[in-house]
């Protein structure tokens, strides 16, 4: 017979391994604190590979002169 168990095919570093539904996050839950102390209330993380970049372009060599081009 074979043996039933075994190690994992792969990392558990991101998962679960899907896109995002959304591009912005979403925060459950908020500390308890005084409005005396200033501290991070809600941090918003984001899932790996969703980064969006819109860079302006001021040069005059490129065709696409102060044009927004979006790289994901």
């Known amino acids: ?17 899907k ?3 959304r591009h912005f996050a979403h925060v459950n839950a908020w500390p308890e604190t005084d409005a005396s102390e200033v501290r991070v ?5 984001w899932k790996a590979g969703m980064t969006h970049v819109l860079p302006v372009t001021s040069t005059p060599a ?11």
Do not use: E, L, V
Request: charged share 25%; aromatic share 6%; glycine share 8%.
């Open 1 to 17: 017979m074979a043996k039933r168990n075994h190690p994992r095919r792969g990392s558990m570093a991101f998962s679960p391994r």
């Open 19 to 21: 896109r995002s539904p």
């Open 41 to 45: 209330q809600g941090f918003a993380g």
């Open 62 to 72: 490129p065709p696409p002169q102060d044009r927004k081009s979006a790289s994901p």
